[in-house]
Every structure is written in structure tokens, then in C-alpha cells.
């Protein structure tokens, strides 16, 4: 299983522009990067999967670069709400388990 | 669509008594997986489910046993509760799994206090 590393927390403030990186040394040539958000209180939920360069939808951007050894959450002008915890996982498809790290803890700032 | 319903929301339990937690989805998807989740600790993979009538270990399963009798459903058992086992329990759903990198559908989760 592709091993991923990300920030434990990290503060930002209302309408700025927050970037969490991910970074996964060994992912197979056939991994996908997926991201989820996780509320307090409530099951994380998917937002976001790509293979490579930048994937886009109406949450939130993933920017990968070539090597693909590590990815970018990008949340534009954030709010109180996206106050959450964030997981990067990196999909194995010789297994099928689904293995989450600690994440990332996102703090927003009025 | 209710998606993923994980029942009972709350329990608690003394050291020593069994529970079953259920979790069902209307999604039709193969993939069925338990995680508990601790505070500090991320979501922790207990067991999960490729198919009806299958199971397999995840990373952290001593203690617990799991069925899946049918498709929509997938039962996490708890024979003889510790304190240890105190923590938030989250079921997911996905319709092919890891392998084929399906995202996952959680349910809001069953918080349970082991005395």
C-alpha cells in the first residue's frame, strides 16, 4: 500500500485560498489519488479523485505533478464551514482494503 | 435514497456484554467496510466485505466479528466488550472498492462507551 504524509493540522482564514499537500512516495503506476472531508460529527465524504496534472470540481481542486509522488488540495475562498478534517488516501489496485492516515485538520479563522 | 444507515447512533455497554451494530445501503454495491475511529487516530479499518457472504480482515480486527448474509447489509459484532473498545464506529460503502479506486459512502457512524 502506497504510504501518504500530510500535515497533522493547519489555520487559515475566511476567503483565502487553502492548499494541503499530500505527499506519496511509492504510488503504483495505476493508483489513483482520492481525497475525503470529514466533519464533526459525521462520516468523512468523498470529494475529489484524479491520476494526474489537475482535476476540478465544484468543491475543490487537485493538482498532481508529473512524478505523481505527492498531490494538492486546493479549497478556494474558504469558510468557517470547511472547517474539517482532510484525508488523503492513494488507491492500491492489488488490494482491496481502503486505508486511511490521520489526516489533516483544517482550521478556519473568522 | 437513505445511502448508508448505521444503527443503533449511540450505546453503551458495560465490559463484558455483546452488541451488534448494523449497517445497511440501498446502493447495491459489493464493497461493505467497518472502521472505528479514536480520537488523534484517523478512521482505523476493522473488517470488510467484497461480496455477499464474504469477509476478510482489515488492521486492527481482534475483537470483533462481521457478516455479511446479505448484500445491503453488514453486521459488526462485539462478543465480550472492553474499554478498549470505546469509539466512534463508521460503516462504508463502495461499488467496486479499493482495487478499482470507487470512492467510498459513509454512514453518520454509532458512538459507543464500553464502561
Known amino acids: 500500500l502506497a504510504k501518504t504524509t500530510q500535515p497533522i493540522s493547519m489555520d487559515s482564514y475566511e476567503g483565502q485560498e487553502v492548499n494541503i499537500t499530500c505527499s506519496h512516495n511509492n504510488i503504483a503506476t495505476n493508483d489513483y489519488i482520492t481525497w475525503y472531508q470529514q466533519f464533526p460529527s459525521q462520516g468523512p465524504r468523498f470529494i475529489i479523485q484524479g491520476y494526474k496534472t489537475k482535476v476540478t470540481n465544484e468543491v475543490a481542486s487537485l493538482f498532481i505533478p508529473a512524478d505523481r509522488k505527492s498531490s494538492t488540495l486546493s479549497l478556494p475562498r474558504v469558510s468557517l464551514s470547511d472547517t474539517a478534517v482532510y484525508y488523503c488516501?492513494?488507491?492500491?489496485?492489488?488490494?482491496?482494503?481502503?486505508?486511511f492516515g490521520k489526516g489533516t485538520r483544517l482550521h478556519i479563522l473568522p | 435514497n437513505a445511502g448508508v444507515t448505521q444503527t443503533p447512533k449511540f450505546r453503551v455497554l458495560k465490559t463484558g456484554q455483546s452488541m451488534t451494530l448494523l449497517c445497511a445501503q440501498d446502493m447495491n454495491h459489493e464493497y461493505m467496510y467497518w472502521y472505528r475511529q479514536d480520537p488523534g487516530m484517523g478512521l482505523r479499518l476493522i473488517h470488510y466485505?467484497?461480496?455477499?457472504?464474504?469477509?476478510a480482515k482489515g488492521e486492527v480486527p481482534d475483537g470483533y466479528n462481521v457478516s455479511r448474509l446479505k448484500k445491503q447489509n453488514f453486521l459488526l459484532g462485539l462478543e465480550s466488550a472492553a474499554p478498549s473498545q470505546t469509539s466512534v464506529y463508521f460503516c462504508?460503502?463502495?461499488?467496486?472498492?479499493?482495487?478499482?479506486?470507487?470512492?467510498?459512502?459513509f454512514g453518520n457512524g454509532t458512538r459507543l462507551t464500553v464502561t
Open positions: 488516501l492513494v488507491g492500491d489496485n492489488r488490494d482491496d482494503k481502503i486505508i
Open positions: 462504508a460503502s463502495s461499488p467496486t472498492g479499493g482495487r478499482f479506486n470507487s470512492p467510498l459512502h
Open positions: 466485505s467484497v461480496g455477499e457472504g464474504t469477509t
